[in-house]
């Protein structure tokens, strides 16, 4: 049964970030599955979209071009503006389901009144919020306090992983209104992955935000060239000049929604070194469509089975991570025995085909039509 869905995400649209990548692909998947998605956003984004769903914005403020993540002083202004949008968008596409991305994204929806609504989790707030304040005890205590009084007032709750799903289960959510869809991705969207004989260079793709923990990557970095001088890190951001932020980094821009892809062209080590465990890194799927091996820490390593189609290492331990990054460095058989297992996961585990059957069993239990849902 087709669906008219009004998603909305509290955020700048088109950016190429992971967040953003996640509310796309979703919307894109559905759309070709024939259900008639309109995405409700913020009024500006790093250039226009082509997609072929309907996009709908809300006023531009003045003045308000930002694109990272994290807290500012204009985002609730933003979010008012947003919810009158839903509303309106609501009211005149007869929207049968509302599909709120991340946590701004259901405090707007509930601000709607629209139902019925699901909630589409990205994190945990007691997880991601004390990182963009230093670590600070209220921030903490701040996002705990979110977590159990808001996701359980969606009418039904999407998450990426277990974990996710057990903590907000724990915090007040009915274990019948929960369920784990792990997000989908396209290796057809990327070349044929060729490996070179030389030595492979390092990579980091996304956003240099706190939470992306790129201090470990720093560090490991400089063990990797105590043994190995010639070693290369690139990072490829669409951070606006993102100049030598990183330690003895080549920093690229990667401001074009296909540059990450350029990026994965080539025989590279990505590497992920987050250890913020709610969240579910899209750079990993993203890297492991395209055929190359990643490397990430144990809390934040998404879809990876070590050893089959990835590495993972301990958290926070710069030494494990520079010797899995020269293991691989050296070893182009290693490189290429992960990248073609981590494409086949991709292939079997997150079609997008997948993805939508889930999505849609829930929207048919909210909206009253079903008879179980995915677990």
């Given at each position: 049964?087709t669906r008219?869905v009004a998603m909305?995400?509290a955020?700048p649209?088109p950016?190429?970030?992971?967040?953003?990548?996640?509310i796309r692909?979703t919307?894109?998947?559905l759309h070709?599955?024939?259900?008639?998605v309109?995405?409700?956003v913020?009024?500006?984004?790093?250039?226009e979209?082509?997609?072929?769903f309907?996009?709908h914005?809300?006023w531009r403020?003045?003045?308000y071009r930002?694109?990272s993540?994290?807290p500012?002083?204009?985002?609730p202004?933003?979010d008012?503006?947003?919810v009158?949008t839903?509303?309106?968008?609501?009211r005149?596409?007869?929207s049968?389901v509302?599909?709120?991305?991340?946590?701004?994204?259901?405090l707007?929806?509930l601000a709607?009144?629209?139902?019925?609504?699901?909630?589409?989790?990205?994190n945990?707030?007691?997880?991601?919020?004390?990182?963009?304040?230093?670590?600070?005890?209220?921030?903490?205590?701040l996002?705990a306090?979110?977590?159990?009084?808001?996701p359980?007032r969606?009418?039904?709750v999407?998450?990426?992983h277990?974990a996710?799903?057990?903590y907000?289960i724990?915090?007040?959510?009915?274990?019948?209104?929960?369920s784990?869809i792990p997000p989908?991705a396209?290796?057809?969207?990327?070349a044929?992955p060729?490996?070179?004989?030389a030595?492979?260079e390092v990579?980091y793709t996304g956003?240099l935000d706190?939470?992306?923990?790129?201090?470990?990557?720093?560090?490991?970095?400089?063990?990797?060239?105590?043994a190995?001088?010639a070693?290369?890190?690139?990072?490829?951001t669409?951070a606006a000049?993102?100049?030598p932020?990183v330690y003895?980094a080549?920093?690229?821009?990667?401001?074009?929604?296909t540059?990450?892809?350029?990026?994965l062209a080539?025989?590279?080590?990505v590497?992920c070194?987050r250890?913020s465990?709610?969240?579910y890194?899209?750079?990993?799927l993203?890297?492991m469509?395209a055929g190359?091996p990643v490397?990430?820490?144990?809390?934040?390593?998404?879809?990876?089975t070590?050893?089959i189609?990835?590495?993972i290492?301990?958290?926070?331990?710069?030494?494990a991570?520079?010797e899995?990054i020269?293991?691989?460095r050296?070893?182009r058989?290693l490189?290429?025995?992960?990248g073609t297992?981590?494409?086949e996961?991709?292939?079997t585990?997150h079609?997008?085909?997948?993805?939508?059957?889930r999505i849609?069993?829930?929207?048919?239990?909210?909206c009253?039509?079903?008879e179980?849902l995915?677990?």
């Amino acid at each position: 049964m087709t669906r008219r869905v009004a998603m909305v995400a509290a955020c700048p649209y088109p950016v190429p970030q992971g967040s953003q990548a996640l509310i796309r692909d979703t919307a894109q998947a559905l759309h070709e599955a024939g259900h008639e998605v309109r995405l409700v956003v913020y009024g500006h984004g790093a250039g226009e979209s082509a997609d072929g769903f309907a996009v709908h914005r809300s006023w531009r403020l003045p003045g308000y071009r930002a694109t990272s993540s994290g807290p500012s002083l204009m985002k609730p202004v933003a979010d008012a503006l947003l919810v009158r949008t839903l509303q309106r968008t609501v009211r005149e596409a007869r929207s049968e389901v509302i599909h709120a991305h991340n946590y701004e994204g259901l405090l707007v929806a509930l601000a709607s009144r629209a139902r019925p609504m699901v909630y589409h989790a990205h994190n945990a707030m007691a997880d991601e919020l004390p990182w963009y304040f230093s670590g600070q005890s209220w921030a903490r205590r701040l996002g705990a306090w979110l977590d159990r009084t808001f996701p359980r007032r969606a009418d039904h709750v999407i998450v990426p992983h277990r974990a996710l799903a057990d903590y907000l289960i724990s915090n007040g959510c009915d274990p019948g209104q929960v369920s784990v869809i792990p997000p989908s991705a396209d290796p057809g969207g990327f070349a044929q992955p060729a490996y070179d004989d030389a030595p492979a260079e390092v990579l980091y793709t996304g956003n240099l935000d706190a939470y992306q923990n790129l201090g470990l990557l720093e560090e490991a970095m400089r063990g990797v060239r105590d043994a190995d001088p010639a070693a290369r890190l690139v990072v490829a951001t669409a951070a606006a000049n993102p100049g030598p932020r990183v330690y003895a980094a080549e920093m690229i821009s990667s401001a074009g929604m296909t540059a990450p892809r350029e990026a994965l062209a080539r025989d590279v080590i990505v590497v992920c070194p987050r250890v913020s465990w709610s969240g579910y890194p899209i750079k990993i799927l993203n890297a492991m469509a395209a055929g190359r091996p990643v490397i990430a820490c144990r809390s934040a390593a998404g879809p990876i089975t070590d050893g089959i189609d990835g590495v993972i290492v301990p958290d926070n331990d710069s030494r494990a991570l520079a010797e899995a990054i020269l293991r691989l460095r050296r070893d182009r058989s290693l490189r290429e025995y992960l990248g073609t297992a981590a494409r086949e996961t991709i292939r079997t585990q997150h079609r997008r085909a997948l993805l939508v059957r889930r999505i849609e069993t829930v929207y048919d239990a909210v909206c009253g039509t079903a008879e179980s849902l995915p677990e």
